[in-house]
């Protein structure tokens, strides 16, 4: 069983305007209402590749409720954790070929809501065969919160995939408990090493080779159009991927991750891993739908991949 961690998810509203009129009312029938938030994009990913699969992290009031109903809808198995204050909503306005986007904070969490929570994790987690963890923190959440999740994963000899970016990133990085797996795209690696990357392959095997990366199997390095650079222990790649018309990269990186728990856990070769994961991040940005795959082009975007060892 493959579990993803959402620790601060949201109700996404999308409302589509012809134009958006500033100090105007602006009415629409054009709209969408997703469960929203990292962790559930590599979920429904996951449940579209057949793998089972459990979505957790932290919900509550009333858009809580329906963010489960919204993944039960899907057959989705979900436990999430209970807490007082409410779930967030996150908006996007889609106008005039732009995004503009209102994001709710979301509610903060106790101190008693975060160790219930801890418990919560442990008894899915002995349960897994991996967890998979994505998404910032929500308000009132220790920075060092993922760390002690890795701790937990540790003890239960369950690999762990981690998502995140600035400080919940740099904090398990410090750590003593660690990922199996990071995926920093090119400007999350530039902010945790504060410098400018460039994408040849020197740089990027420098940058892969920090010390901070010490003892991570696996450090991926997504290039958007260009592929990934990748480390796994003492091995370089580079994953040259296929021109494709790209419609909506949004969740590209989380269908990637769902690629690499479905992968790991099948225990594929190197070669493999690195393969699923790049078609599945490009057979997401050829959709609409953020977390959304075709699979019918799975296996001609698969076969274009060419994976170079550096
Ligand atoms: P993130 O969504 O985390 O910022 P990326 O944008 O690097 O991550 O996308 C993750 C993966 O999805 C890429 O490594 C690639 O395989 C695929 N992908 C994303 N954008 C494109 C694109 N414009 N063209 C082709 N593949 C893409």
Sequence with gaps: ???????????????????????????????????GGKGLNVTRVLNQLNEQVVASGLKGGKLGEFLEQSLNDHNIANHFFEIQGNTRNCIAILHEGNQTEILEGGPT?????????????????????????????PKGVEPNFYSSLIKTCDKHSVPAILDCSNKALTEVLRGQYKPLLIKPNIDEIAELLGEQINEDIDSLKQSVSNPIFKNIEWVVVSLGSNGVFAKHKDKYYKVDIPKIKVVN?????DSMIAGFASAL????????????????????????VTGYINLKNYDDLYNKIKIIEV
């Design 1 to 35: 069983m493959i579990l993803t961690i959402t620790m601060n998810p949201s109700v996404d509203i999308s409302y589509q305007l012809d134009n958006l009129s500033i100090n105007h009312v602006n009415r629409t029938n054009k709209l969408n209402k997703t469960a």
């Design 109 to 137: 969490i106790s101190t008693e809501e975060i160790e219930s929570f801890n418990e919560h994790f442990e008894e899915l987690v002995s349960k897994s065969d991996v967890a998979v963890i994505s998404g910032s923190l």
């Design 249 to 253: 990269p949004v969740g590209s990186g």
């Design 265 to 288: 856990i099948n225990k594929a070769t190197n070669e493999e891993i690195l393969k699923k994961a790049n078609t599945l991040g490009m057979l997401n940005a050829q959709e609409t």
